[in-house]
């Protein structure tokens, strides 16, 4: 095919003004491309905190449902908070699959409680399981020990079970806390620095 300077010109003019008369709406057929809504548009942001490790990050829920009283709630998308200082919008492999783990066949919606020696899981209210859980930390803080000092006089002593401690801090913060955990005499330690 031979084509003129002046025929390609006017090939180019009525090409891209097709197109624009087919941009602005005047196309002959349906558009085979349809525009759809932003699929967060209409959902609910909640600012929440990853539930894996200490490090505390922080994460934005977007659900469907407006709030009304028989209305279920759907958790939809899952991401990193942006103006969280500590993890500024990042999310680890965990924590990007957050909206799996709450999406879970396998997910336990309700406490359980299983005795010693038994097999058996059973369901308990969240009310008894908060009961039992602030009874046996009472119990824990409140069971001391008795020592003899180098003067021979007894001693009572708090014993204190563990720490759990987040840090995006330095180093020496750190040390700091793990000493100053030591010197209390705790037995078990956790200090989870930003990776």
């Known amino acids: 095919m031979n084509l003129s300077r002046r025929?390609?010109?006017?090939?180019?003019?009525?090409?891209?003004?097709?197109t624009s008369l087919a941009l602005?709406?005047?196309?002959?057929?349906?558009?085979?491309?349809?525009?759809?809504?932003?699929?967060?548009?209409?959902?609910?942001?909640?600012r929440n905190t990853c539930p894996y490790c200490s490090v505390g990050c922080?994460?934005?829920i977007y659900s469907l449902g407006d709030r009304s009283k028989n209305v279920q709630a759907e958790v939809i998308h899952i991401e990193g908070d942006p103006d969280h200082p500590v993890n500024r919008g990042t999310l680890c492999p965990k924590g990007a699959g957050l909206l799996d783990f709450i999406h879970s066949e396998g997910r336990i919606h309700y406490p359980e409680y299983r005795a010693p020696g038994s097999r058996e899981w059973q369901r308990?209210?969240?009310?008894?399981?908060?009961?039992?859980?602030?009874?046996?930390?009472?119990?824990?803080?409140?069971?001391?020990?008795?020592?003899?000092?180098?003067?021979?006089?007894?001693?009572?002593?708090?014993?204190?079970?563990?720490?759990?401690?987040?840090?995006?801090?330095?180093?020496?913060t750190g040390y700091l806390t793990h000493k100053f955990a030591r010197s209390l005499g705790m037995l078990a330690f956790d200090n989870q620095a930003r990776v």
């Open 124 to 172: 308990i209210s969240w009310d008894d399981a908060f009961e039992r859980i602030a009874r046996l930390m009472k119990e824990d803080r409140d069971a001391n020990f008795v020592e003899q000092n180098e003067a021979g006089q007894t001693v009572n002593r708090w014993l204190t079970t563990g720490m759990l401690a987040a840090s995006a801090s330095s180093n020496e």
């Open 58 to 60: 922080g994460i934005l």
């Open 24 to 46: 602005l709406g005047f196309s002959p057929n349906e558009a085979l491309a349809e525009v759809r809504t932003f699929k967060l548009a209409h959902a609910t942001e909640t």
């Open 7 to 18: 025929h390609f010109f006017k090939v180019c003019a009525a090409g891209a003004g097709t």
